[in-house]
C-alpha cells in the first residue's frame, strides 16, 4: 500500500526534501542552534471565525525522545487565527526535519475536528455519527474517526477507531443486505433477529421503495424493538427532504410508532441539515467531515539562540496566548509575561509544557475528555458557526 510506517515517519522519510538537505549543509559547516519555532495560522479556510485544536497527541509521540521542549494548547482547546497554538524550542537539527509531519498531523486533525464541530452545532442535540471513513485512505481512518468524534461526533462507523476510542462503533445496515436478501421486510427480520441484542435496530428504509411504506413496513415487522429508520435517499428522489421526514414521521406516528426515531445520511453538510431538525433525531455524516478543509498551520522560527529573530512578516519572539479568567480577553503576549490582564483580573497562559526535553510532562487526556473540553468551550465561548 502506498502509506509510510511510523518508523518511516519518525526517520524523516515523509519530510519534504529541503528539510535533511538543511540539516546535511548544517552539519556540513558544523552548525547548531537553538531555537524556537512557532505553529499558527492566520486565517481559517472557509470563513471560519474559530477553529479546534486537535492532532496534539500524535505530535506529542512524534517529538518523544527528540530532545526538544514543547508548548501547546491542549486539544481541544478552540483556537483563533494569529494565535500560536504550539511552540517547539530545542536544537534545531534535532527537530527541524519533523517540520512536514507535525503540521500534517495538526493541519488534517484540527481541520476535521473543527467541521464536526460546526455540525455539531447545526445538529443541535441531535446524534451526529461519522460516516466518512470510506472517503479517504482506509489507514487513516482511526485518525479521521478520532478527530470526528473529539469535534463533537456521538459516535463513529469504524470498528478500529470506535477500539482506539473506547466506545462501540454506531451503525445501522447498508443497502448491500437489503439487495442481498433481495426483499427489504425479509432484510429487516433477518437483522433483527441475526444481530447482537445491544445494537440498535435502525432499519435503512430507502433501497427499494418508498421510505414511508418502507418505514411503516419496518416498524409492524420490530414493533417495539425497531429503534430507528434511517433515510439514505438518493440525490435523484429528494425533492423536499424536510417534506419526506414530516411525512414518515406522520405516518409513524399516527400508527402507534412515536418510539421510532428518524436518521438521515447521504451527502449532509453543516448547511443542510438545520432544515430537517424538526422531524430528525439522527444524522450520519460522511465526506463533509473526512473531507473536511485542513487547517493551513505554518510553522516559523520565531527566535534564535535566545534572540528574537524571524522572517519578514511574522512578528518575532517566543510568545503565549494569554486568556483572561475575569473579563475572557485573549491576547497573543510574549512568553516571559506575567499572566495578568490589564483588566486587573487573573490571566492564564493558553500554551501549557507539553514535552520538556523530549520527556511528555502531561499525561495524554481521554478522547471522551478532549470531546467533553470542545462542547464545554463551545457552550461558554458562546460560539456559532
Ligand atoms: C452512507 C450514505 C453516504 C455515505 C454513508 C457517507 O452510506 O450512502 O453515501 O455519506 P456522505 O454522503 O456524507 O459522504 P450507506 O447508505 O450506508 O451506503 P451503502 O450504499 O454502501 O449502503
Not at 501547546?72 to 482547546?77: A, D, R
Not at 428518524?262 to 455524516?285: C, F, R
Not at 480577553?329 to 501549557?352: D, F, H, K
Amino acid at each position: 500500500m502506498h502509506i509510510a510506517t511510523e518508523s518511516d515517519i519518525r526517520a524523516g522519510r515523509t519530510a519534504d526534501v529541503y528539510f535533511p538537505r538543511t540539516a546535511t549543509v548544517l552539519r556540513h559547516f558544523g552548525i547548531d542552534k537553538r531555537v524556537t519555532m512557532e505553529v499558527r495560522t492566520t486565517t481559517l479556510p472557509g470563513g471560519w471565525e474559530w477553529a479546534v485544536l486537535a492532532g496534539v497527541g500524535e505530535v506529542a509521540e512524534l517529538l518523544a525522545g527528540v530532545g526538544c521542549s514543547v508548548e501547546c494548547m491542549p486539544e481541544g482547546t478552540i483556537f483563533f487565527p494569529g494565535e500560536p497554538v504550539l511552540t517547539i524550542s530545542g536544537p534545531y537539527l534535532g527537530f527541524g526535519v519533523y517540520e512536514t509531519a507535525l503540521l500534517g498531523l495538526l493541519c488534517q486533525a484540527s481541520g476535521i475536528a473543527t467541521k464536526a464541530a460546526r455540525i455539531r452545532l447545526a445538529a443541535g442535540g441531535r446524534t451526529v455519527v461519522s460516516f466518512g471513513a470510506r472517503r479517504m485512505h482506509p489507514a487513516l481512518a482511526p485518525m479521521i474517526e478520532r478527530s470526528a468524534y473529539l469535534g463533537g461526533c456521538d459516535g463513529v462507523a469504524t470498528i478500529l477507531a470506535a477500539e482506539q476510542i473506547g466506545i462501540p462503533p454506531s451503525g445501522t445496515m447498508p443497502h448491500a443486505l437489503v439487495l442481498v436478501v433481495g426483499d427489504s421486510v425479509q432484510a429487516f427480520r433477518m437483522f433483527d433477529q441475526a444481530t447482537p441484542a445491544e445494537v440498535p435496530r435502525i432499519c435503512l428504509v430507502d433501497t427499494l421503495q418508498d421510505e414511508k411504506f418502507e418505514a411503516l413496513a419496518a416498524a409492524e415487522a420490530l414493533g417495539d424493538r425497531l429503534f430507528g429508520v434511517r433515510l439514505d435517499t438518493p440525490g435523484s428522489r429528494r425533492g423536499d427532504m424536510r417534506a419526506l421526514l414530516r411525512e414518515v414521521r406522520w405516518e409513524l406516528d399516527l400508527r402507534g410508532f412515536g418510539h421510532v426515531l428518524l436518521m438521515v445520511s447521504g451527502g449532509l453538510d453543516e448547511d443542510s441539515i438545520p432544515p430537517l431538525n424538526a422531524y430528525a433525531q439522527a444524522y450520519g455524516v460522511g465526506t463533509a467531515i473526512s473531507n473536511a478543509p485542513t487547517i493551513n498551520f505554518a510553522a516559523d522560527i520565531v527566535e534564535v539562540e535566545g534572540r528574537p529573530f524571524a522572517k519578514r512578516g511574522k512578528e518575532s519572539g517566543h510568545k503565549n496566548v494569554l486568556r483572561c479568567q475575569a473579563c475572557d480577553r485573549r491576547e497573543i503576549v510574549p512568553s516571559a509575561t506575567s499572566p495578568a490582564c490589564s483588566c486587573g483580573g487573573t490571566g492564564e497562559m493558553l500554551l501549557q509544557p507539553l514535552l520538556i526535553d523530549g520527556q511528555r510532562v502531561v499525561p495524554e487526556a481521554s478522547a471522551a475528555d478532549i470531546r467533553q473540553r470542545v462542547l464545554r468551550q463551545i457552550s461558554t465561548l458562546g460560539l456559532t458557526r
